[in-house]
Every structure is written in structure tokens, then in C-alpha cells.
């Protein structure tokens, strides 16, 4: 049975790859690090009902301490990093924790591996925000990084020490370069969860406006239950190396609104509400990625559309909603 250690495991993505390994036969190790909100930290991996069969450790990104320890204890075969500060948003108003956690926390998870399981296999999180202000309309492995934002800037450097690593020390490391995606478990401060919740709430009468900034912004939509799978096929290869993660098809904000609002039978222009105070101080305009190098080395292709996934986010939202509304929450 391999063993597979997954940081930011409670995340969407992290409760996605667990169902996924856990399907496959590994045991799956899970770092959580301590909080407050413990009784609700795993909501992610009860919603696809997979809470019970991870194992957690203690453990901190920010504690070099913690991660060897748990390197030394576990001894994976695989380790997933997708532990980061991930919302841009912000990631202005934290900079300095942005990049002690999304930046310099990989590279600690990195110096364990190298330290107690060098043999281990590697998987980085990188992020189509590294492209930021694109230098090619549309973006391959090779495409200049020009980031925009502090989240964007610290990927770049554990995108750079993932590959360091990989050349300095031999590591079986490689990087996902992830464009967006999502799904019901997407965090709801999240542009997509935040229309599809919206939209919920807009047909049950609880809100009767969507408050949205820039909405002409063109992203490359995938499903996280998709990307999981390339993250996984990328450690069962006899090379490591980077990919990028996209479907190869950008859309805008309003258009993704619209999706959402046809739906459930709504007309998104008496909803919807432009703020310019959720604008960011510096936009990615659009985001386009090539997938080529995944399809043609791991096999991979999203079998998941755009219009599926946003129209599975709302029915999910729509039952929260309700539900919510039974208990007396908001």
C-alpha cells in the first residue's frame, strides 16, 4: 500500500486528491495544523464523506520542525504541497503571509523531503497567476512568469524551488501549473462560489443582488475533480517535470454569471450589481492555457465542461441555501 502526505488536505483540492488516492488503494496522511475552528476545519472531506479514512498530523508550513517530523513518521511514497494562502484577493492585505506560507512553505516541505524521504516522490502547486500580465495570449510551460499579485509572486518562487530541487538534489519533483478551477467545494470568498451562492440565494428569495467586480475578466475553467487526477498521473511518471493544467478554453465572469443565472430561470441583468470597490489593484485580464504537454505525455483531458460544473455548483448551493434556511442560519 503506498502512502501518500497531502498538505492543505481539508481544501478542495486536498479533499478531491484524498478521494482519489483513497480509491486507488494508499493510505493518505493529511497535515492540518492546529486552529480554533477545528470542529469545522474538515467540512470539506465530510461533504464527500471521506473524513474518517485520512489520517491527520499535526503539522505547519511555517514550522520546518513539524513537516520533518512528519516526513520521518509517515515515510511517503508521495508528497502533495497544495497547502498555500490561496486567496489573491488577499493576498494584498497579507503579503508577508502570503509569502511565508504560499512562497517560503514550500520550500520547507521541499528541505523535508530532501532531508528524511529524498526518495519520495514530489507534487508542487503552482498557479496560472504566475503568468499575471501574459507575455503570450495563450500560456504553455514555456510562456515568461509576469505576476501580478503577492500570491502570484510566491508561486513563482516555489514554482522556481520546486525546480531547483528537482536539478540540485534529484528529486522526483514536479509542478502542476493549475489553471482555475472549481467546484461545490470551492471556498465561497472564491469569484465562482460567490456567483453560484449568490444565484442560490437570489431563487430562494433570502438576496434579491449579486455584487461582482470586474466581470469582463476571461479565465480557463476546470473542474478540481479533473486536476487532482493530473496531479496524481504526474507523480507515476519515470521523469518528473512541470505541466500545465488547463481545458484550453477561456470565458468571462458575466458569462459564467449567465450559465449560473439560466439555470434556475433568472435573468442575470435585473440581479446583477458592478462594485468598483472589488476590483483588484491589479488585474489578470485573461488566462489561457495550453494543455498539449499533459494530454500528450500523461493522457490527461478534462472530462468535465464549464456549463456541467457551474450548473452542479448551484444545485449544491441550492440545497445549502435550504438547508440553511431550515436550521435558522443565514
Same mark, same amino acid.
Given at each position: 500500500m503506498k502512502?501518500?502526505? +497531502?498538505?492543505? %488536505?481539508?481544501?478542495?483540492?486536498?479533499?478531491?486528491? *484524498?478521494?482519489?488516492?483513497?480509491? /486507488?488503494?494508499?493510505? %493518505?496522511?493529511?497535515?492540518?495544523?492546529? *486552529?480554533? *475552528?477545528?470542529?469545522?476545519i474538515d467540512a470539506?472531506?465530510?461533504?464527500? !464523506?471521506?473524513?474518517? $479514512?485520512?489520517?491527520?498530523? $499535526?503539522?505547519?508550513?511555517?514550522?520546518?520542525?513539524?513537516?520533518? =517530523?512528519?516526513?520521518?513518521?509517515? /515515510?511517503p511514497d508521495e508528497v502533495y504541497n497544495l497547502a498555500a494562502q490561496s486567496f489573491v484577493k488577499s493576498s494584498w492585505s497579507q503579503p508577508l503571509l502570503t509569502g511565508q506560507v504560499t512562497g517560503m512553505g514550500a520550500l520547507h516541505v521541499l528541505e523535508a523531503v530532501r532531508m528524511e524521504?529524498?526518495?519520495? =516522490?514530489?507534487?508542487? &502547486? *503552482?498557479?496560472?497567476?504566475?503568468?499575471?500580465?501574459?507575455?503570450?495570449?495563450?500560456q504553455s510551460e514555456t510562456t515568461p512568469l509576469y505576476p501580478r499579485s503577492p500570491y502570484g509572486v510566491a508561486k513563482v518562487f516555489a514554482h522556481a524551488m520546486t525546480i531547483n530541487y528537482r536539478e540540485s538534489f534529484g528529486l522526483h519533483a514536479s509542478s502542476g501549473i493549475l489553471f482555475n478551477h472549481e467546484s461545490p467545494l470551492r471556498g465561497i470568498e472564491f469569484v465562482t462560489?460567490? %456567483?453560484?451562492?449568490? +444565484? &442560490?440565494?437570489?431563487?430562494?428569495?433570502?438576496? /434579491?443582488?449579486?455584487?461582482?467586480? !470586474?466581470?469582463?475578466?476571461k479565465r480557463d475553467w476546470g473542474h478540481s475533480k479533473d486536476y487532482v487526477r493530473a496531479m496524481w498521473l504526474m507523480l507515476q511518471q519515470d521523469k518528473p517535470d512541470d505541466y500545465v493544467v488547463a481545458t484550453g478554453r477561456t470565458t468571462t465572469v458575466r458569462d459564467m454569471c449567465r450559465i449560473a443565472f439560466d439555470h434556475v430561470g433568472l435573468k442575470m441583468d435585473d440581479h446583477l450589481v458592478i462594485d468598483p470597490v472589488l476590483f483588484r489593484p491589479a488585474e489578470v485580464d485573461i488566462l489561457l492555457g495550453n494543455p498539449a504537454k499533459a494530454k500528450a505525455k500523461l493522457g490527461w483531458e478534462p472530462k468535465i465542461s464549464l456549463e456541467e460544473m457551474i450548473r452542479e455548483m448551484v444545485d449544491a448551493d441550492l440545497k445549502r441555501v435550504s438547508q440553511q434556511a431550515k436550521d435558522g442560519r443565514p
Open positions: 502512502r501518500a502526505l +497531502v498538505t492543505g %488536505v481539508t481544501g478542495q483540492d486536498g479533499a478531491y486528491l *484524498s478521494q482519489l488516492l483513497l480509491e /486507488k488503494g494508499y493510505e %493518505v496522511h493529511g497535515l492540518v495544523r492546529r *486552529s480554533s *475552528s477545528a470542529d469545522v470539506k472531506l465530510r461533504w464527500l !464523506n471521506i473524513h474518517k $479514512d485520512i489520517r491527520f498530523v $499535526d503539522g505547519n508550513l511555517l514550522d520546518t520542525t513539524s513537516l520533518i =517530523r512528519a516526513v520521518r513518521e509517515i /515515510k524521504r529524498p526518495e519520495a =516522490r514530489f507534487y508542487q &502547486a *503552482s498557479s496560472s497567476e504566475m503568468y499575471g500580465l501574459v507575455q503570450e495570449p495563450i462560489r460567490k %456567483v453560484t451562492d449568490g +444565484v &442560490a440565494r437570489i431563487k430562494l428569495g433570502v438576496e /434579491k443582488e449579486l455584487r461582482l467586480g !470586474n466581470i469582463d475578466a
